[in-house]
């Protein structure tokens, strides 16, 4: 038997950055189960010290996310070390895959994943990244104060940033690296004694493992011993538009961000966001506040969806019976797609034709897909409305309306037993799944498909847990009987269109034993 790598959470956090982390604290506080998603990559990691954080001024700041990990041992917080590859779901249910083949869903998710700086083609600037080529005055001002400091122009945005960096040094010289200046700024940088290069900028030159000067286009260099540099940027959002998620361009035009309101929450229901991701200019203390902010209002949100699920829950619920999936049914003129499920072809396909049953048939299309390929079938579903429709689609398919669960049929009786997304509920008759399950020959097959259940996601009333679900039907199964080749969680073959649920599914694959030789 496989083994399954799906784990359940209330919220799963994207990034174990400081505003990450600081979300997971508070969620954790509140007694929700988190998972933090991180692969390791903050955008500080280049700087030695960070600064302007009470408390912990001047210190590392990845000895400030290794302390914060360890406050977040007290709480119901796991820190899973690993890329994520794919994104899926909507509020309630939503899905992470990583790297290492693990899944995890959630009910919420909160987006901390930050930014990529997109450092200049400057030759030799990439190898001062960090130290004494720099970005934020409020963060390195202070320790380079009164130096040689050298501004270079990328964009509009410098004029801003030249103008703040002023204040640490009068000895500051503005590379417009061969771009316009305009009078205005040029009279202002004149009158606070700030020097204007003109030409193209080509190297940072560096001696003796330090910044010594800017080298120009025309072969001259100018001595500094730090350069300031205004960076574009874009967000690290590549798996966030299978939310249904997208970015927007920052006010200062050097990059993107996805866009949130005063509380963290995004355009998307149930994906908030914080720290650089949304506003490129946090430094740590803030994206820490950011955090905590967005952890609190999703732990609210919450509590919110849990009192009107209370409510719901105390409601008479349906009973899901052949009238109810009547109604359904009725509710437009095709409800399906009409393509068989991709799970049973992956299956199928490799099997030789015999007898089959398609449990919850619908409007056919598992059925037919079967009968084309050889196979005896026969289609049933509850819903009188759904094997009408399903009639006449293939003169070789049985039809039948018929509730298998209190009407089963014969012991032994099909090759192939196959149910995808057919809802059996543990308060139904006490017989009805076992046999259901024993109309499987020996040496035949049952394949059970279902969705992948979310906590605090509900249908009609019923919650998850109401209904079995392909792994308790394997364990359901008596292993002197059958033998069980997959019982897994995996992505759903056929991708789902941003903002719906079914993202993932739970596979059950099982044979039933064959009968020896003699065997009666």
Not at 52 to 67: A, E, F, I, M, Q
Not at 141 to 168: K, N
Not at 446 to 457: D, R
Request: hydrophobic share 40%; proline share 6%.
């Amino acid at each position: 038997m496989t083994s399954h790598h799906h784990v359940d959470a209330d919220v799963i956090v994207l990034g174990g950055g400081s505003a990450g982390l600081s979300a997971a604290l508070m969620l954790g506080r509140a007694r929700r189960r988190v998972l933090v998603l991180d692969n390791g990559t903050p955008r500080n990691a280049p700087a030695s010290h960070m600064h302007g954080v009470l408390g912990r001024d001047h210190t590392s700041p990845l000895d400030y996310l290794k302390n914060g990990r360890a406050d977040l041992e007290r709480y119901d917080v796991t820190i899973v070390d690993a890329t994520v590859t794919a994104l899926g779901g909507h509020v309630g249910h939503f899905s992470a895959t990583t790297d290492d083949g693990r899944a995890f869903s959630a009910r919420r998710i909160v987006v901390t994943t930050g930014l990529t700086d997109l450092l200049p083609p400057v030759d030799g600037l990439a190898e001062r990244w960090g130290r004494d080529v720099v970005q934020c005055p409020y963060c390195d001002g202070w320790e380079i104060q009164d130096r040689r400091i050298g501004v270079l122009s990328t964009g509009p945005f410098s004029i801003h940033h030249a103008s703040m960096w002023r204040q640490w040094t009068e000895n500051l010289t503005f590379f417009t690296d061969g771009g316009p200046l305009a009078d205005e700024d040029r009279e202002k940088f004149t009158a606070r004694g700030i020097e204007i290069v003109e030409h193209k900028v080509t190297a940072v030159l560096a001696g003796e493992d330090r910044l010594r000067a800017v080298g120009l286009a025309d072969g001259t260099e100018v001595a500094v011993d730090a350069l300031a540099v205004g960076l574009r940027f874009t967000a690290r959002s590549e798996l966030l538009g299978s939310l249904g998620l997208t970015t927007v361009p920052h006010a200062t035009g050097l990059g993107d961000v996805v866009e949130v309101d005063s509380f963290g929450a995004t355009t998307v229901a149930g994906v908030w966001a914080a720290g650089n991701v949304t506003d490129p200019s946090a430094t740590v203390i803030a994206s820490t506040a950011q955090g905590a902010l967005a952890g609190a209002h999703v732990n609210a949100n919450l509590i919110a969806e849990e009192f009107d699920q209370a409510v719901q829950a105390g409601r008479p619920r349906p009973a899901l019976d052949g009238h109810f999936w009547d109604e359904l049914y009725r509710e437009s003129d095709k409800r399906w797609s009409g393509n068989p499920n991709p799970t049973l072809v992956q299956y199928a396909e490799h099997l030789s034709p015999g007898r089959a049953v398609d449990v919850g048939s619908g409007e056919g299309a598992d059925a037919v897909w079967l009968a084309e390929r050889g196979w005896t079938v026969t289609g049933v579903d509850i819903s009188e409305v759904a094997v009408e429709r399903a009639r006449g689609l293939h003169d070789g398919v049985i039809w039948l309306a018929q509730d298998l669960l209190t009407d089963p049929l014969p012991p032994h009786s099909t090759d192939l037993l196959t149910l995808h997304y057919f809802g059996i509920l543990r308060s139904g008759p006490a017989d009805g799944l076992a046999r259901l399950v024993d109309t499987v020959a020996p040496g035949g097959t049952l394949l059970m498909v279902g969705h992948t259940p979310s906590p605090g996601h509900r249908w009609a009333g019923f919650d998850p847990s109401d209904f079995h679900s392909p792994h308790s039907v394997a364990e359901s199964l008596d292993p002197a009987e059958w033998t069980v080749t997959v019982d897994e969680t995996r992505p759903r073959l056929v991708e789902a269109a941003p903002g719906t649920p079914h993202v993932s599914d739970d596979i059950l694959v099982a044979v039933r034993v064959p009968e020896r030789v003699g065997q009666r």
